[in-house]
């Protein structure tokens, strides 16, 4: 064990944005993408929303890739691959409510495979598989995800009623925590932060989400130190490793592009080999 100095790296951003039906998410997620890439045909949309990512399409040459049911984390999970490999900077991803609470979508998995607790050893590492993709993903990304009222009983003077409870997200609890930052929207399109790690909008009056909001989120991101390695720089360091041990550490080490590349991987399998079979090496 080591220790070493705390240092802020630079980094792709996570951002939520929650609102009711018609609160503006898609509008909003597309001006904060414009914002942080400044190029129309750098975004590409993921759109559950019955074709709702092409409303916008005045605003500028964005992509749209329209996804159907069923909406299995896996599905989800292909659609973002593709937009990575399109060459996109900002997925957006509008949104991730049927991944859980849409048909083919995690509680409908759970009703299928009986509704059991035990169940969800099954269906948790689907959902997580979903939301790591996200999180390692090489673009910054945007969410988006319904909100809506919330109920809870109470009991008063012995009888039982149904009283608002506020606002819900739609998708498993706990998912904001997952993010950057994520922002509410109220039905005028105004947002205020309820998770923010970056500081921007933590404690910050109300505001209208725009593309200046996306330049400030960039400069944010932009403004910690550059660790980024390149994969020729990667496989030339496979050669360093002398050891299994070795290797396995520096790919921990390694950002998820880099890992996914197709010549690391088949860099990576050979040096493998080679540490497994030393006498064959040097025959």
Partial sequence: MKLRKATRQQAKIRLGLSAVSGGGKTYSALLIAYG???DWSKIAMIDTENGSGDLYAHLGAYQVLTLSSPYTPERYIEAIRACEESGASVIIVDSITHEWDGKGGCLEIMDKLGGKYQDWAKVTPRHQAFIDVILQ?????????????????????????????GLKEV?????????????????????????????????????????????????????????????????????????????????????????????????????????????????
């Fill in 36 to 38: 942080l890439c400044g």
């Fill in 137 to 165: 993903s090489t673009c910054h990304v945007i969410t988006t995800v319904r909100r809506k009222q919330d109920y809870e009983m109470t009991k008063a003077d012995g009888k039982m009623k149904v009283e608002k409870a």
């Fill in 171 to 283: 998708t498993r609890e706990g998912f904001e925590y997952e993010l950057t930052a994520n922002l509410e929207l109220d039905v005028r399109h105004n947002a205020t932060a309820s998770k923010d790690r970056t500081g921007l909008f933590a404690d910050k009056p109300a505001f209208t989400p725009s593309i200046e909001t996306g330049k400030l989120i960039l400069e944010w991101c932009e403004s910690g130190e550059d660790i980024s390695v390149s994969v020729k720089e990667a496989i030339a360091q496979l050669d360093k490793c002398d050891t299994r041990e070795e290797l396995v550490v520096l790919c921990e080490g390694l950002p998820e592009y880099v890992l996914r590349d197709k010549d690391f991987k088949e860099a990576g399998a050979k040096r493998k080999s080679e540490l497994a079979n030393p006498q064959k090496q040097s025959a």
